[in-house]
């Protein structure tokens, strides 16, 4: 982009997806071949919702490039004992020497059988941070897409360091990948421990700090005093994992304390499954011929199909259905004559009422008054019956919505949050509308990049969803994978997401014990590991590092020494995030509140020359390729858009020569070419020049795309609430299935598909599981041990940047553990004193930070650390939660997920002088 | 006129600190160094706690209390209110760092790796400054771009390329840049729209950085000029770099002590011997011995310079600067020592005493002048190190002297009884204007220092009258708790009770337009958590 100084200065384009909240675009300043300093992109102002701007995160890659720490040169292990205490012995080799290794034990596994004696791949892959490793990793998952089977399952802190509950259930209900706040338009926003001014990137603080400015109220729910909860109006310190009850008693405060007419009863009538009857055994009440689900009609005042038109489906009633079946588990039905029945409306009513806010007040340690007035205020918010212009179309305006954060909407409790979150939001009629509660982006449902086309209407009435089978023909009764995911989850889907969202820690459980009637669990051939650190950042990493170091062949991409490819047999050091080329795809909605009115794609480009050892991923990936035999296929695979953009289409066709190796700039200027013509329908065809020098191409995109509703309006489509006769029959039909197999290990989740959720004892679960699995009297470990996000960290893998480190430090609660002030006066724990803080599992020691804003019955660490390996992070001293919480069948909920808490105890070791 | 000014909007600020990793690179700061920064504040008890989160840095005051009392000129003002430091005036002696009350400035003086020992990255190779080296440094609101900016025709604070790198990089919109003289630009309306403060207004520096924490909703012309009632709450803060809560300074450490200790032990002697002199007693060799004390302070703070070799910039500023006057004062001191000693006259010695006293008053007046420390910007301040250099220099004389006239152990009591009535209302004076830790060390340090230092000798002393027998041996011992004592007073004045003012705000800030801000937080202050 030219010179503009006496120094030889460039800008040079480029984006930063170090973390979920991205992708956003950014300038590096390069002097004289130096990069010096990274700057936002205000070329961009006017297309990225964030002005171009980019978080503290990406100021610390400069600091990545110069590390000197960095792996440069391709390195093999010479100690064939593998483990934390033993030295890998690592000595450089060239790339021919690494990449020929790597090469023939892949031939030897397509020799062996690509699957091992268990059905198991026998090539294994993981990858960190939410799915934007892909954005790095350039054509890498070409090559795996023409190896075949792999096994991406072994996590690194899916599940219980994500919002699990509502990757799942958010897809099924309103194709939300995760859920958010319509925050431009939003008035009430009631945040249960999400954290999105730590987490929500650019795009997220932007929004919301406009919106505090603009008048929006936000509470925040949660038990420490987060960033977030900083910002917000009020904070109230609710007991850790309550807050379902929380929500219940909101529920109950909407249903049984206000008059019918001030929720949104059009919305319920006609956008939700309220109407539709409940028969006896659970199951929607059906038209004995057409099977669909009947509801009681006030002009006929009759059971008619849900469809049938020019009806006023009633509510609630005495219902009397003449004649109706109902579908049980595995097409068993049931005939009913002259049935009385209740409406799923009532069931709802009914079940709620139980939920007060004095109940909850006894779980949650919040004052009832306070629910209740937090429910008020939602539901005077909300505005129900008010409508905004949206491009020219008419929608409902309902300016309220509730978030849910890590640990809240992950792990047992975590689908009664996510479900009370979106029936709440139904009542008012807020549910992917104007300022209401959002879907972002699909994961699971296709095709991924509209949340729109997925919106396909089944007999029901409702959404489609790509359940995994549960019936007994089409049941994925062998595991694909080794953490299971099609087998014992229907709701994680098919898709390149699944094995990532499936019950992730069970692939390393299994490693150490084979639970009754299942395959023996295997060890992968061969372990692919790209930018991620699983001895740290998934959760009993002790044993995570002792499995891994029995794993027989391990290949790492490495940025520096890490306690993962510590474990390693080979190191292959690529190129940095300002080194490598990629195009991606950029804008449209994306989680964590990535909503723009663009839509297109950037190219990350070379800022500067990388060192002479490492190569870009694509090179890599094609050298594999290549070394493999499979170039063909993986030329096949670029084309078919395996990286990203599909090279041909209707009117443009750049596919690459599948006989031949394509070099890196070959590559990307045909995606370049073939992005281009998808964005003008074949029109323009610009090349990788022209990304190089403008780094993104763009089309303007709907704001209407922003919402759901509108596809569901034009289909008369109902969202599938408040009961979940759908997950009610897969969970029985599962049952059946794994006890046909003499398998009764996963019966505590099978209970979990309740069609109405039911308060369970959520902090109870915890603490019999401890007492059960280790032996303990929980009374000895009286605190509740949390985690949170940093935003100078989060899903940044940049613990060894000194800077990121530096400016951290600023912020209260890095580099300890936090707890209340006046907690630690009656343990005598001064700030800065040395304690100890001990898990049934393990004990970690560190720094206490007393600080006023948390619960006296909670402490926190912030961050992911406990590194032993990793250079600068290995000096930190600072505890992690990792190492503390167990990895345990009983604290895994029926989604495969769970929460990163634990009971401990804290133990004063010593004053520093 | 134009006066630059920096607008942060504690509304929208989430304390994520890219502005000040923008700082750091666009300014090429070495680790640790963060002209620009956000401090964490915590404020109330739980459950009824707030957080706010406030960016910090040089406020460029309209009135500079670091460009007072700069000795060499290197800190200087621009017509449109930027505070500048000219790197190559600049002697590195840090009393800037100590005048400045918003902890703004750093003095590193060798260069600083992010990896140590590790390597030095190709980046820190290539933006390495060793200008930077040994002087003072701090936020220069990005200058440079503010001036090519303008030479371009660009208007700073609205065009990125004319705007402090900070500003450009907020992610939340809370940093705002502009011109404070314009009615009409983005920061005048602003301010003129919502409630705001200035941090530590009552210290009357005028600083350019304003805090919004409230719209001003239906008195919008109150804006401007609302009227800020200072509460200093009792609150914790946090941080890195420093954090929120006073911290004991860094930039003086004992060598400077020692010039306190040499100049007032050296000139409190030439006092004595001055006056001892005019009732027939010798000006040697106790006259060298002053000069020796007064020599030996001067060389131990030349080598606390970060330049030596520019040490003579310390004339450049004796308008305002107590340093400059000090230095000033050092060389006829010296002569007058020294002629006095050789010519053995009297009259010379009270000329080298007067020329003391002077010495000793620029130096009483120098550790005043450090106002970014509320110990030492306390006035008593000033009446104690005289007093205890006179102190010390009488104890040197009855510590040396074989025998002591009534009249020399009379003014040794007088002295150290003043000199304790001093100490104690300057204490008195501390409570509620100091920080709590600083006011504790203080506490701590009592009891030692009045029993070496007033007890003892008076003691001492009583015992001489009583049993004159032994008063050879009492009344220097009683010289030499009183000598003792006052170098344990600037040890603790300067290296241990030196604690500087820390951070405050005014109000926290409205969480939703209309809501109200809440109260204010000065941590480490008025007996903090």
Known sequence: ?913 | MTRWALVADLRACVGCQTCTASCKQTNATAPDVQWRSVLDFETGSFPDVGRVFVPVGCMHCSQPPCMEVCPSTATGQRDDGIVTIDYDLCIGCAYCAVACPYQARYKITKPSRAYGNDGMMRVEEYCEDPARLGVAQKCTFCSDRIDSGLATGLTPGIDPAATPACVNSCISGALHFGDRDDPESNVSTLLRENHHFRMHEEMTTEPGIYYLWEKALDRPEEGNDIAIKPQKLASRGVGGVGGAAPWLQQHWDWRVTANFIGGGTGTGLMVAVAISSLFGAAVMPLAMFALVFVLAGLTMVLTELGRPFRSMNVLFHPQTSWMSREALLAGPLCVAIVAAAWLDSPLLALLAALIGMGFLYCQARMLHGGKGIPIWRENMSVSLIISTGLVEGAGVMALTSASLSPGVVGALLALILLRAWIWHSYRRNLVGSSPDRAIAVLRRYNTPFTVIGTILPLVLVAGGFMLPEIGHILYPLAGLGALLSGWLLKYVMINRAAYNQGYAIEHSPERSAGSGGGQGAAPGWNDAL
């Open chain 1, 1 to 913: 982009m030219g010179n503009d100084s006496p120094t030889n200065t460039r800008h040079v384009s480029t984006y930063c997806y170090q973390c979920v909240a991205g992708p956003d675009l950014l300038t590096v300043k390069v002097e004289d071949d130096v990069a010096t300093q990274v700057e936002p992109n205000f070329a961009a102002e006017e297309v990225h919702p964030a002005s171009g701007k980019v978080c503290v995160k990406a100021y610390g890659l400069i600091q990545k490039t110069y590390n000197p720490h960095r792996v440069k040169t391709p390195m093999k292990r010479t100690n064939p004992d593998k483990g934390k205490d033993q030295d890998p012995g690592f000595v450089a080799i060239s790339w021919d020497e690494a990449l020929d290794t790597i090469a023939e034990r892949l031939e030897k596994i397509r020799g062996d059988g690509l699957r091992d004696e268990s059905g198991y791949p026998r090539l294994a892959a993981s990858f960190g941070g939410g799915g934007t490793p892909t954005s790095y990793m350039g054509t890498f998952p070409a090559f795996l897409g023409a190896w075949g089977p792999t096994d991406m399952g072994f996590g690194s802190g899916q599940g219980v360091k994500c919002y699990h509950s509502e990757h799942l259930y958010g897809e099924l209900w309103h194709r939300a990948f995760t859920v958010c706040p319509d925050t431009p338009l939003s008035e009430y926003i009631i945040s249960f421990g999400a954290n999105v001014e730590a987490s929500g990137g650019v795009c997220g603080v932007k929004r919301h700090a406009d919106a505090r400015i603009r008048g929006a109220r936000r509470i925040q729910v949660e038990p420490h005093l987060s960033i977030t909860g900083a910002c917000s109006e009020e904070w109230v310190p609710i007991k850790p994992k309550t807050d379902a009850a929380f929500l219940f008693a909101m529920i109950h405060v909407l249903l049984h304390e206000h008059p019918r007419e001030k929720l949104d009863l059009e919305f319920i009538k006609h956008r939700t499954t309220s109407p539709y009857l409940i028969g006896n055994f659970g199951f929607f009440m059906r038209d004995p011929e057409s099977r669909k689900p009947l509801v009681w009609d006030a002009n006929t005042n009759k059971a008619v199909a849900f469809d049938t038109p020019g009806i006023d489906p009633v509510l609630e009633a005495a219902f009397l259905v003449e004649k109706a079946v109902e579908e049980d588990a595995d097409g068993k039905v049931w005939e009913h004559f002259d049935q009385r029945c209740f409406s799923s409306f009532e069931k709802l009513v009914a079940h709620f009422k139980q939920y007060t806010p004095l109940w909850a007040s006894k779980i949650c340690g919040v004052p009832a008054e306070t629910i209740r007035r937090i429910a008020i205020d939602y539901l005077q918010h909300a505005r129900v019956g008010e409508t905004i212009e949206i491009e020219g179309r008419r929608l409902p305006l309902r300016p309220v919505a509730i978030m849910l954060g890590k640990t809240v909407n992950n792990g047992w409790g975590g689908f009664d949050c996510c479900w009370a979150r979106t029936m709440l939001a139904c009542l008012i009629g807020g549910l992917e509308v104007p300022g209401g509660t959002l879907g972002t982006t699909v994961r699971l449902n296709r095709p991924a990049n509209s949340r729109q086309a997925s919106v396909i209407s089944t007999r029901d009435g409702i959404m489609d969803y790509p359940m995994n089978p549960t019936d007994e023909e089409n049941w994925v009764s062998r595991p694909e994978v080794r953490n299971a995911n099609r087998t014992l989850v229907p709701l994680v889907a098919n898709s390149p997401w699944s094995q990532a969202l499936g019950p992730t820690h069970l692939a390393w459980m299994m490693q150490d014990q084979t639970p009754q009637n299942w395959p023996k669990p295997t060890m992968p051939d061969l372990w692919f590991v790209y930018r991620t650190n699983p001895v740290i950042s998934f959760w009993d990493t002790d044993s995570i590092a002792k499995t891994i170091s029995r794993f027989p062949f391990t290949v790492c991409f490495s940025y520096t020494h890490d306690e993962t490819n510590h474990m390693a047999d080979i190191l292959l050091p690529e190129c940095t995030d300002l080194e490598g080329l990629q195009l991606m795809r950029i804008g449209g909605t994306k989680y964590v509140e990535q909503f723009w009115k663009h839509q297109g794609f950037a190219l990350r480009q070379p800022v500067v020359k990388a060192p002479d050892g490492t190569r870009d991923m694509s090179w890599i990936a094609t050298e594999l390729a290549r070394r493999t035999g499979l170039l063909e296929a993986y030329n096949k695979a670029i084309n078919r858009g395996a990286a990203g953009v599909s090279l041909s289409g209707d009117n443009f066709d750049f596919n690459l020569d599948e006989t031949k190796a394509h070099s890196v700039e070959e590559i990307w200027d045909a995606s370049c070419r073939a992005a281009s013509a998808e964005l003008t329908n074949g029109e323009e065809t610009q090349g990788l020049d022209y990304y190089r020098e403008h780094g993104y191409r763009m089309t303007p995109m709907s704001q209407l795309d922003w919402y759901l509703y509108p596809s569901l309006e034009d289909q008369n489509i109902r969202f599938e609430l408040p009961y979940q006769e759908r997950l009610h029959r897969h969970g029985k039909e599962l049952a059946n299935r794994l006890h046909s197999r003499g398998i009764s290990w996963w019966d505590h989740q099978l209970e979990e598909y309740d069609p109405l959720p039911e308060w369970k004892d959520y902090p109870g679960i915890w603490e019999q599981a401890l007492e059960k699995n280790f032996n303990i009297d929980i009374k000895d470990y009286p605190f509740w041990l949390l985690t949170s996000r940093s935003m100078q960290y989060a899903w940044g893998g940049n613990a060894d940047i000194q800077m990121i480190r530096e400016v951290s430090r600023n912020i209260g609660g890095h580099g300890g553990v936090v707890m209340n002030s006046g907690k630690a006066a009656e343990l005598g724990i001064e700030d800065g004193d040395l304690v100890e803080i001990s898990s049934p599992l393990a004990s970690t020691s560190g720094m206490a930070i007393l600080r006023q804003g948390i619960r006296p019955d909670t402490l926190l660490m912030i961050g992911q650390f406990g590194h032993w390996a990793t250079p600068l992070a290995k000096t930190f001293n600072t505890p992690s939660i990792n190492k503390l919480v167990p990895m345990l069948l009983d604290l895994t909920d029926s989604s495969g997920s769970s929460s990163d808490l634990v009971k401990v105890s804290i133990k004063h070791i010593r004053t520093p002088s």
